[in-house]
């Protein structure tokens, strides 16, 4: 009867008093406890199974927020990528691309296209004008007139092909006897497509082999002879399908088939089950969670379960874990004991002492209590402020082996969203962020650098692009600088496991693979020839000490990226592989890091643009042009030829700092003064830092100094002055660093 | 029709189609058909970080990462995908496989992804080991598949695994051909069936008809033995007979003083020039060819002391990954080279090699078989090699009245030769006899090709070590010349009756045509040398030929894999 006493405040319908008149004469009736059992304790409404009436429990009578949240993840929709060609574009795809590889600059490539079209246009009508002149008949008949064509059109314009129109002004050229007819409700022929064909996904031939396709399958262009064969020259360019594409362009596609599509849709059937399950699993599980916190004493009285007034009110503990019991047992029916012989799982019997029948609160069958069957689940309860969970307070609440496995699966699933390793996953995006700016900028690059060099063996001149290139240059080296940083953290990131230290090796070898492909360009800039001091190009100076990163750089956006030194430990080892051209570090100090950054830009543009140094290189002009390569030389040879190795000392290279050339005899104190006065708080900075960090950053500077001093030897040896010249300004800031630290020691 | 592109549009797209950090998981068998068409250095710039077996239980969970499989689909693939999936240790998943997929296996698989970690499945069917741009095979070894049930009858899982090599090749080439089988060939014929079976039963993949002008030649090696049974002197051939090439890596670790980094080279014509250029030649100009080599080397190491001048530097800074790469080459090169030299001298394999071409190709029977009795007693040559020779007498003078193979055979046991090695004479004769052979390769059934066989020794040879010509070499050569077509048209008929006739007729020969050649029991490095010249003759009238088989061979295998069924 404790059932019907804590159901009775639920009551409220006039519909469910007479259900309840009705069972109370089923429960006089003794024996017929199943059918009692299979009664919704709350409405009364009666279920054929234990498991229909749960899910009736989940769904009529949840007081919680959520509300059904089946959300079911997206199966991969996307499929293959369609490459390349957006859009359908006028222009000849093939001549298109040759012209991008030469006119890399975007407003170049425009007006080369521009004169192209113009061109073809002009083509197009010799041509049409040939064919209209000439009697139109059977296809035999205009393919020899196209054949005609092609020789009276090469003559004037050197291939005498012409481009096609989207509506067919390839009619009258190439044969279409081949093509698949268009019937309503025909599909596109691509079998990982098979759109119906609308007017919406238009309906178009490939010209070359006759199939009906939907518009985003039929974007390419081929030359094609009268016969729609194929021709290697000559022809007429006309629309065709990818793969008729990559047979012209000699390549071989090989056939693929996409099963994704039944794949996901097989998978949907088995994940819905699974989902739904484990969705209404966790729903009990937090209705459980509600309904213990109420019956804990130190649970708020905010708590909205049905049952809270009931159970604050049965004060000795005997009435209270009944009520508990009762309570729960509104969350899921539970199985009648009687009828529960032996374990589902283990099949073993139940007996009075031995092997006691426990209840799933999941799913409320009657189980045993062996491990394999059933256990305890801990479920965090309500905070006491009412909102959400707390990890700290658990109820242990008893579950089947299947329902755990239910309520298991469902976390894997949830769990799977959060990415591990942030920090690589960060620092990778800054590479591929880098990369892709290399991408774009590096063949801009290469063809400033191409026309430079051609001026400059013609006329040594007025050379207007330089600056130009020198600007383009700098974005680079930036880029390069970036990505090579970025990696050298991802190999000094914690590697937890055999794996991941293997995969960090790899990254980092894939972008020292990545610099040594693609950074030798970038000594290729010639010389600009001598002009007088102060003469400098005027966009240049502005431009260069512009702060750091001239490119977005999604994903470190809130990250202070101007400090070389970061936060990583790793940094010492930056600094090491660097060491001519990095400035000193000291702890934290962002904004010193920052400001040299900003120097190192202006300086490579110095470098690279016009080469008109201080009186201290003024000598060295000429060796300089080879110098920077042989310095990258030497030191490739000294690391033993390794790749990585190569590549940051190229890097070295390409970002030494060149500053104007400090008198040489300014004693100590006076870089100091000047040090502090562009950095008041310097000072007080080295001063704040613990002592075991300033004797670290004082060994590591001490080792760099010694280092920098090697180099500005060999560089004095092999008479590259310049070199010297930008080497000894990093040797002075390493000075004005150690005698400050020194200083607070 | 270049096998290596072929697999590699599909490499490169299980590497390019999905960008980000990527671990490639791949199966027992696709390890090495990736290791043959691709590199790490490759991998790593698409983003491929990590390569490691999908069985490997060990594997670390990296949820950070997407993961690409390449797989076989083969139960113990499913099986340890489903397991897998089940606990899915990196993000998303992209599987491929390389060949069709049965249904059974796509709803296994589907009904194991509740986490729905995989996002694409897709056939990709490089099924097939690519040992250069004109020569693939099925990767049948006798340890996994052997190749005979009993008799001349297909085993039937290597006849399983022939036909989807075979589809996936054609598929990958995208080519539905017309089928032709050696009319005396069983097995050739029960192959080209099911093949033909499994393009109209997939005709969605196929097409419906044959389109183009693509002949499958299915031929036997039963009516070839003597190639796989000769010593050959091209660079590649002799690698594969003498060394031993398994999927593109010569194991030297058992060779005297070799260095630390030459215990296992890698051939690849992709990226190896010299290779590319000297793995036709024959020993000879193999030498000629090594020296150059090595002085442009010697040239190139000196610019590298004396690097003064800015150009110098310059050149040599940007010629640096191409430099390490020589330099790997040359002692890579010089390595296999002076270990094939050691081992034809030890093994006195010119003067084996000499009785072995006169046993080919001319019929000189009392010469030949003193120079054989000579040969046999002869300590200093190798047991194998002995046998190979009295194999190559059995079967030339099989018919001849004189024929002394039981003297030889007895002969070979008194000097001491295993009693296993010895019956492989009639091994041999029992798979390639003169019975089981269709065409004359002796050239000595007849009156007319003796007469051929005698003028042809008239012409004299320049080299007397590469006499021979393998039978398959010959008979596309009569095919493209538009010679003897009648009588090819009765030895190779055409599956499909209503198919065009093979020979158009007339002096003209074949044009335009593409010949896959499949060679059932086996290819040898020779007989690809014999197509690439093929090749290059007839590349004018548009033909091109690529060859394939159930294996690759040396000598050795050949008969490894004979001894196992056709046992007397």
Same mark, same amino acid.
């Given at each position: 009867m404790r059932r019907s006493t804590v159901s009775l405040g639920a009551l409220q319908t006039p519909a469910a008093a007479g259900l309840r008149a009705n069972s109370m004469s089923g429960d006089d009736a003794g024996p017929d406890v199943a059918r009692d059992s299979l009664r919704c304790p709350i409405c009364g409404a009666m279920a054929p199974s234990l498991f229909a009436l749960n899910v009736h429990l989940d769904d009529m009578h949840f007081a919680g927020d959520g509300g059904p949240r089946h959300h079911m993840p997206h199966g991969a929709e996307e499929t293959a990528g369609h490459s390349g060609h957006a859009g359908f574009a006028p222009a000849a795809g093939l001549a298109a691309e040759g012209v991008r590889s030469r006119y890399a600059s975007q407003d170049d490539l425009e007006e080369v296209k521009g004169a192209i079209l113009g061109f073809f246009r002009g083509a197009g009508k010799a041509v049409r004008g040939l064919s209209g002149s000439a009697p139109s008949g059977s296809p035999s008949a205009t393919s020899s007139d196209h054949g005609n064509e092609d020789t009276h059109a090469q003559a004037p314009h050197d291939g005498g092909w012409r481009v096609g129109d989207k509506d067919g002004a390839d009619r009258d050229l190439v044969t279409r006897a081949h093509w698949q007819q268009h019937r309503p409700g025909a599909r596109c022929s691509v079998p990982a497509c098979g759109l119906v064909l609308t007017p919406h996904t238009d309906a178009l031939n490939c010209r070359c082999c006759g199939r009906l396709m939907c518009g985003r399958h039929c974007d390419r262009q081929v030359r094609l002879s009268a016969t729609a064969q194929l021709a290697r020259r000559g022809g007429v360019y006309c629309r065709a399908c990818d793969e008729c594409h990559t047979r012209a362009a000699g390549g071989t596609a090989g056939q693929t088939r996409d099963l994704t599509r039944g794949f996901v849709h097989l998978r949907r059937r088995a994940v819905n089950t699974a989902v739904l399950e484990g969705n209404r699993i966790e729903k009990r599980l937090e209705k459980l969670a509600l309904v213990h916190g109420a019956a804990q004493p130190s649970a708020g009285p905010s708590t909205s379960a049905a049952a809270a007034s009931a159970l604050v009110l049965g004060a000795q503990p005997g009435a209270r874990s009944r009520a508990l019991q009762a309570a729960e047992q509104e969350v899921v029916a539970w199985e009648d004991d009687a009828l529960?012989?032996?374990?589902?799982?283990?099949?073993?019997?139940?007996?009075?002492?031995?092997?006691?029948?426990?209840?799933?609160?999941?799913?409320?069958?009657?189980?045993?209590?062996?491990?394999?069957?059933?256990?305890?689940?801990?479920?965090?309860?309500?905070?006491?402020g009412g909102q959400g969970f707390s990890p700290s307070r658990c109820a242990d609440i008893r579950a089947c082996c299947e329902c755990e496995r239910t309520v298991i699966r469902h976390r894997n699933r949830? /769990?799977? #969203?959060? *990415?591990?390793? &942030?920090?690589?996953? +960060?620092?990778?995006? =800054?590479?591929? @962020?880098?990369?892709?700016?290399?991408?774009?900028?590096?063949?801009?690059?290469?063809?400033?650098?191409?026309?430079?060099?051609?001026?400059?063996?013609?006329? /040594?001149? #007025?050379? *207007?692009?330089? &600056?130009?290139?020198? +600007?383009?240059?700098? =974005?680079?080296? @930036?880029?390069?600088?970036?990505?090579?940083?970025?990696?050298?953290?991802?190999?000094?990131?914690?590697?937890?496991?055999?794996?991941?230290?293997?995969?960090?090796?790899?990254?980092?070898?894939?972008?020292?693979?990545?610099?040594?492909?693609?950074?030798?360009?970038?000594?290729?800039?010639?010389?600009?020839?001598?002009?007088?001091?102060?003469?400098?190009?005027?966009?240049?100076?502005?431009?260069?000490?512009?702060?750091?990163?001239?490119?977005?750089?999604?994903?470190?956006?809130?990250?202070?990226t101007e400090s070389p030194t970061g936060s990583i430990p790793s940094s010492t080892s930056t600094v090491n592989a660097h060491g001519a051209r990095l400035p000193p570090i000291d702890g934290g100090s962002g904004s010193a890091g920052g400001s040299a950054r900003g120097s190192i830009e202006s300086s490579t543009a110095d470098c690279s643009g016009s080469p008109v140094p201080g009186p201290a290189t003024g000598g060295g002009g000429n060796g300089e042009g080879g110098g920077k390569p042989g310095m990258a030389v030497a030191l490739a040879n000294g690391v033993g030829g390794a790749a990585t190795g190569i590549a940051s000392s190229l890097l070295s290279l390409v970002a030494a700092p060149r500053r104007r050339a400090r008198d040489e005899g300014a004693d100590r104190d006076r870089l100091i003064q000047q040090a502090l006065a562009a950095d008041p708080e310097k000072e007080q900075r080295i001063a704040a830092m613990p002592l075991n960090e300033k004797m670290a950053s004082l060994g590591v500077l001490r080792d760099q100094r010694q280092r920098v001093l090697g180099y500005i030897g060999d560089a004095q040896r092999g008479r590259r002055l310049e070199d010297a010249a930008s080497l000894q300004a990093s040797l002075d800031d390493l000075d004005v660093e150690l005698s400050l630290i020194e200083r607070s020691l | 029709m270049d096998a290596l592109k072929a697999a590699q549009y599909y490499t490169n797209r299980i590497a390019t189609d999905t960008s980000g950090m990527k671990v490639l998981l791949l199966d027992r068998e696709t390890t090495p058909m990736i290791s043959l068409v691709s590199t790490q250095s490759h991998l790593l710039s698409k983003e491929v970080f990590l390569v490691d077996r999908l069985d490997n239980v060990r594997r670390d969970t990296m949820r950070h990462l997407k993961c690409v499989c390449f797989l076989r689909p083969t139960d113990a693939s499913i099986q340890a995908l489903v397991d897998e999936l089940r606990n899915p240790k990196y993000g998303d998943y992209y599987i491929y496989?390389?060949?069709?997929?049965?249904?059974?296996?796509?709803?296994?698989?589907?009904?194991?992804?509740?986490?729905?970690?995989?996002?694409?499945?897709?056939?990709?069917?490089?099924?097939?080991?690519?040992?250069?741009?004109?020569?693939?095979?099925?990767?049948?070894?006798?340890?996994?598949?052997p190749l005979f049930?009993?008799?001349?009858?297909?085993?039937?899982?290597?006849?399983?695994?022939?036909?989807?090599?075979?589809?996936?090749?054609?598929?990958?080439?995208?080519?539905?051909?017309?089928i032709r089988y050696e009319r005396n060939s069983a097995m050739a014929l029960k192959l080209g069936e099911e093949l033909e079976y499994l393009m109209a039963h997939e005709a969605s993949l196929f097409g419906a008809r044959p389109a183009d002008s693509t002949q499958l030649l299915i031929l036997d090696r039963k009516n070839d033995p003597v190639t796989p049974l000769l010593t050959h002197w091209t660079y590649h051939a002799m690698l594969h007979e003498l060394l031993g090439v398994a999927n593109g890596r010569v194991d030297l670790s058992h060779v005297p003083d070799v260095r630390a980094e030459t215990k296992e080279v890698m051939l690849a014509q992709d990226q190896d020039t010299f290779f590319r250029q000297a793995q036709f030649l024959n020993f000879g100009d193999l030498g000629v060819s090594l020296k150059e080599f090595v002085d442009s080397y010697q040239s190139r190491?000196?610019?590298?002391?004396?690097?003064?001048?800015?150009?110098?530097?310059?050149?040599?800074?940007?010629?640096?990954?191409?430099?390490?790469?020589?330099?790997?080459?040359?002692?890579?090169?010089?390595?296999?080279?002076?270990?094939?030299?050691?081992?034809?001298?030890?093994?006195?394999?010119?003067?084996?090699?000499e009785l072995e071409q006169s046993l080919a190709c001319n019929e000189q029977h009392s010469t030949d078989l003193k120079a054989l009795r000579a040969l046999v007693a002869d300590a200093k040559v190798a047991p194998e090699n002995k046998v190979r020779c009295v194999i190559l007498y059995a079967l030339r003078y099989e018919r001849v009245q004189a024929n002394a193979t039981g003297e030889l055979k007895q002969l070979l046991s008194s000097c001491g030769v295993d009693a296993d090695l010895v019956s492989m004479v009639d091994v041999v004769l029992r798979y390639a006899g003169a019975r089981e052979r269709q065409s004359d390769i002796f050239q000595n059934e007849n009156i007319f090709s003796r007469g051929k066989n005698i003028f042809k020794g008239l012409q004299g040879t320049e080299n007397v070590y590469t006499q021979h010509t393998p039978a398959l070499a010959e008979m596309l050569d009569l095919l493209l010349r538009g010679r003897q077509g009648p009588l090819l048209q009765e030895q190779l008929p055409s599956l499909d009756p209503r198919a065009r006739p093979l020979v158009a007729g007339g002096e003209s020969g074949l044009a335009n045509q593409d010949i896959i050649v499949f060679v059932v029991g086996g290819v040898t490095m020779d007989e690809e040398r014999a197509v690439a010249v093929l090749n290059a003759r007839y590349s004018a009238q548009n033909v091109r030929i690529l060859l394939g088989g159930t294996s690759i061979h040396s000598s050795h295998s050949f008969l490894t894999e004979l001894s196992t069924t056709f046992f007397p």
């Open positions: 529960a012989a032996s374990c589902p799982f283990c099949g073993k019997a139940f007996g009075r002492l031995a092997s006691r029948r426990h209840h799933c609160r999941l799913c409320g069958r009657v189980v045993c209590g062996r491990a394999g069957c059933s256990t305890l689940l801990a479920v965090p309860l309500p905070a006491a949830l /769990a799977r #969203a959060v *990415p591990q390793a &942030p920090d690589l996953v +960060r620092l990778y995006a =800054q590479i591929r @962020a880098s990369m892709a700016l290399v991408e774009e900028i590096l063949p801009v690059f290469n063809a400033l650098a191409m026309r430079l060099r051609n001026l400059d063996e013609g006329r /040594a001149g #007025a050379m *207007p692009d330089l &600056p130009r290139a020198a +600007r383009v240059r700098k =974005q680079l080296t @930036a880029a390069f600088g970036d990505m090579d940083q970025a990696s050298k953290r991802i190999a000094m990131l914690p590697a937890g496991t055999p794996s991941s230290s293997r995969l960090h090796e790899a990254v980092r070898r894939a972008v020292a693979q990545y610099l040594q492909l693609h950074m030798f360009p970038l000594t290729m800039l010639p010389r600009a020839p001598h002009r007088p001091l102060g003469t400098r190009s005027p966009d240049l100076v502005p431009r260069a000490p512009r702060p750091q990163h001239v490119h977005p750089a999604p994903g470190s956006s809130g990250e202070p | 496989f390389s060949n069709i997929l049965k249904k059974s296996m796509i709803e296994l698989l589907a009904e194991n992804d509740e986490s729905e970690a995989v996002r694409e499945i897709q056939e990709f069917y490089a099924d097939f080991y690519v040992a250069s741009p004109a020569l693939f095979h099925a990767g049948l070894a006798p340890a996994t598949h049930a009993e008799g001349h009858s297909w085993n039937p899982g290597a006849l399983g695994r022939t036909v989807q090599a075979l589809s996936a090749l054609l598929l990958a080439l995208k080519r539905r051909p017309t190491t000196e610019s590298h002391h004396k690097l003064d001048s800015i150009a110098d530097m310059k050149r040599f800074v940007e010629a640096y990954p191409e430099f390490r790469k020589l330099s790997g080459n040359v002692s890579k090169h010089v390595a296999l080279i002076g270990e094939l030299s050691r081992i034809v001298s030890a093994r006195h394999l010119m003067a084996v090699s």
